[in-house]
């Protein structure tokens, strides 16, 4: 028996880096995986490697978070695990003084408002099963703040993480663990993105990693696969960092 043996699990920006990580670890351990993402071709193409089911969406619009979660269930008849984890950054740093408001409210919107609409709308799933995991991708600015001038990310990552934390434990007599998952920097898409920009930038917080080095994907797929099992079953509310010791140093 695996560890997440036919556990639904519902995975946001699912088509690349650590979503795509955490599809491809939950099927090996057992689960049945709903790929959500707003890339139609990554999106498709993990659903198909992992046998799983593929709905396009975008995590920012209530419609489209209600219509992926009934998508999931008409599928699979249940939803065990919701990781919470598209999340997009500003193209490079800029100070709080040159921040745009549009630029502002997206940041908000794909990063903070999408958790709070799939916190929201799995809730309910969950409650009438008696037992839930939610994972939100938080991030270790969160916990720490960032010296790189990303306000609008760091702000909306504090809320996630903070939300998460509220919410576990408001239902936690339910049976629904919610946690805060805080990655340190790790090598995907998102940060090569950044730091193809500005490798001085790259340097820099690379010095700051005691263990000398960014995460990989898979690193990271090892803990939410850890929090979503029954392994973490006295685990919620939590601020999970999985930061190579950024946050110890
Ligand atoms: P990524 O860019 O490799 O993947 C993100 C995926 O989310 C993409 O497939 C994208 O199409 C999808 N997406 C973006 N906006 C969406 C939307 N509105 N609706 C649905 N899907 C959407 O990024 P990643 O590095 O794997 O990051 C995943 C999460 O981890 C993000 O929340 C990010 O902020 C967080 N994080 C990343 C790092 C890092 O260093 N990479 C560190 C800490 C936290």
Same mark, same amino acid.
């Given at each position: 028996?695996?560890?997440?043996?036919?556990?639904?699990?519902?995975?946001?920006?699912?088509?690349?880096?650590?979503?795509?990580?955490?599809?491809?670890?939950?099927? $090996?351990?057992?689960?049945?995986?709903?790929?959500?993402?707003?890339?139609?071709?990554?999106?498709?193409?993990?659903?198909?490697?992992?046998?799983?089911?593929?709905?396009?969406?975008?995590?920012?619009?209530?419609?489209?978070?209600?219509?992926?979660?009934?998508?999931?269930?008409?599928?699979?008849? $249940?939803?065990?695990?919701?990781?919470?984890?598209?999340?997009?950054?500003?193209?490079?740093?800029?100070?709080?003084?040159?921040?745009?408001?549009?630029?502002?409210?997206?940041?908000?919107?794909?990063?903070?408002?999408?958790?709070?609409?799939?916190?929201?709308?799995?809730?309910?799933?969950?409650?009438?099963?008696?037992?839930?995991?939610?994972?939100?991708?938080?991030?270790?600015?969160?916990?720490?703040?960032?010296?790189?001038?990303?306000?609008?990310?760091?702000?909306?990552?504090?809320?996630?993480?903070?939300?998460?934390?509220?919410?576990?434990?408001?239902?936690?007599?339910?049976?629904?663990?919610?946690?805060?998952?805080?990655?340190?920097?790790?090598?995907?898409?998102?940060?090569?993105?950044?730091?193809?920009?500005?490798?001085?930038?790259?340097?820099?917080?690379?010095?700051?990693?005691?263990?000398?080095?960014?995460?990989?994907?898979?690193?990271?797929?090892?803990?939410?696969?850890?929090?979503?099992?029954?392994?973490?079953?006295?685990?919620?509310?939590?601020?999970?960092?999985?930061?190579?010791?950024?946050?110890?140093?």
């Amino acid at each position: 028996m695996q560890r997440l043996q036919d556990r639904v699990a519902v995975i946001t920006g699912a088509g690349s880096g650590i979503g795509l990580a955490t599809a491809h670890r939950f099927a $090996r351990e057992g689960a049945k995986v709903v790929a959500v993402d707003l890339d139609e071709v990554t999106g498709a193409k993990v659903a198909e490697e992992v046998g799983g089911l593929y709905v396009k969406a975008d995590v920012a619009d209530e419609n489209d978070v209600t219509r992926m979660y009934q998508a999931a269930f008409d599928t699979y008849g $249940r939803i065990d695990i919701a990781f919470n984890n598209a999340g997009i950054s500003p193209p490079e740093d800029v100070s709080i003084l040159d921040t745009g408001i549009e630029a502002w409210r997206r940041v908000q919107e794909v990063n903070l408002t999408g958790v709070y609409l799939c916190c929201k709308h799995v809730i309910p799933y969950m409650r009438r099963q008696g037992k839930g995991s939610i994972i939100n991708t938080a991030s270790f600015v969160a916990v720490l703040g960032s010296a790189t001038s990303q306000i609008s990310y760091t702000a909306s990552k504090g809320g996630v993480l903070a939300m998460s934390r509220e919410l576990g434990v408001q239902f936690a007599r339910e049976g629904i663990r919610v946690n805060a998952l805080c990655p340190g920097p790790v090598d995907t898409p998102l940060l090569r993105e950044l730091f193809a920009k500005d490798p001085e930038r790259a340097r820099r917080r690379l010095v700051h990693v005691p263990l000398g080095r960014f995460a990989r994907a898979e690193e990271i797929a090892a803990a939410v696969a850890f929090l979503a099992s029954d392994d973490a079953s006295f685990i919620t509310a939590s601020e999970f960092l999985v930061d190579g010791g950024i946050s110890g140093a």
